[in-house]
């Protein structure tokens, strides 16, 4: 595979930096960061920098809720992929990958490109490559071959999804990256759909568990966005929302949510709608338990005891 000459990319990274393009391309935008922000050098030739062992190990223990919610679906979504050429690479809020996937075919390959855990891949380091511009930007992009800044990283192809938290901060990078030159458009394609449901599913698993206690509702889909989730405790009141969630229902997704009534946040009508089910099985389920007790049954649901005979009353449930 041969990338184009370094000085020919190089004079083609410059030249659309000096055109002013940046105010109109995402893409000259970060070349722009990379030389001008992080004084890069397209031709540079060093070799990718990379952590120490213990430094690995630490960056890993420091998102460990991440890594463990995301085993399943870099499984799934690398046997999808791993077959075409690509390996999978979970990333952590400085660019670094922790986790990866890959046939040992092509190992050595990423390997000697850097793309291997404890490299560092953020945009200060890598100038424009998938991982470390979906950090910049925080949305799902593909940086493809010579839209990378460094000469030496034009044989790649980078798709990338940023997965977000419980509290819709940002955690990481979800990357599929290839290293065959005969990556079509349809294919691309297919890998940026699979990329984006892998981490929409390692989200949910991280809101899942850090809301064990609340119920989970679904919000429907809005445009550009899929649905999100929102937590609900005992009491209606909202207590969290993925990141999803919140664009969709008007939250700024950058600020700590403070509690809200559901149906404040939904409407009355809705918010009806979107918890009555559930929460009528919930507290069901509570008064079977507790064999009808209803002071047992509360203390279990953490509320009150009035407040779960309100509950039972508005429907339509009766202790036995």
Avoid at 107 to 112: N, P, V
Wanted: proline share 4%; glycine share 10%.
């Amino acid at each position: 595979m041969n990338g184009p000459a370094p000085r020919h990319h190089a004079a083609r990274v410059e030249a659309a930096i000096a055109s002013g393009q940046a105010a109109r391309s995402a893409l000259v935008a970060s070349w722009r960061r990379s030389s001008r922000l992080h004084h890069l050098d397209p031709e540079g030739h060093r070799q990718p920098l990379r952590l120490t062992e213990a430094e690995l190990q630490q960056a890993r223990e420091r998102i460990a809720p991440l890594l463990a919610a995301a085993q399943p679906a870099m499984d799934r979504l690398y046997q999808a992929v791993g077959a075409a050429g690509c390996c999978v690479l979970l990333a952590d809020r400085d660019g670094t990958p922790v986790d990866r996937r890959g046939t040992r075919a092509d190992d050595s390959t990423f390997q000697s490109w850097g793309l291997w855990t404890g490299a560092l891949w953020s945009e200060a380091y890598e100038g424009t490559n998938g991982i470390g511009t979906c950090l910049v930007e925080q949305r799902p992009l593909t940086i493809d071959r010579d839209q990378h800044f460094f000469s030496r990283n034009t044989l790649l192809s980078c798709t990338a999804v940023p997965v977000f938290d419980h509290e819709a901060r940002l955690a990481g990078v979800l990357d599929v990256s290839s290293c065959r030159a005969d990556r079509t458009d349809t294919f691309s394609s297919l890998i940026a759909l699979a990329v984006g449901e892998a981490a929409r599913r390692i989200e949910s698993d991280l809101f899942r568990k850090a809301f064990g206690h609340a119920r989970i509702v679904l919000t429907p889909s809005t445009e550009g966005q899929g649905g999100g989730l929102v937590a609900v405790d005992a009491d209606d009141l909202v207590i969290g929302a993925t990141r999803s969630a919140r664009v969709g229902l008007g939250l700024a997704p950058d600020r700590p949510l403070q509690p809200v009534p559901a149906a404040d946040l939904f409407g009355v009508d809705a918010a009806r709608d979107h918890l009555a089910g559930g929460q009528r099985a919930v507290l069901q389920r509570a008064l079977l338990r507790a064999g009808g007790n209803v002071s047992a049954a509360a203390k279990a649901l953490g509320v009150s005891r009035a407040t779960l005979h309100r509950k039972l009353n508005r429907f339509g449930l009766k202790a036995h």
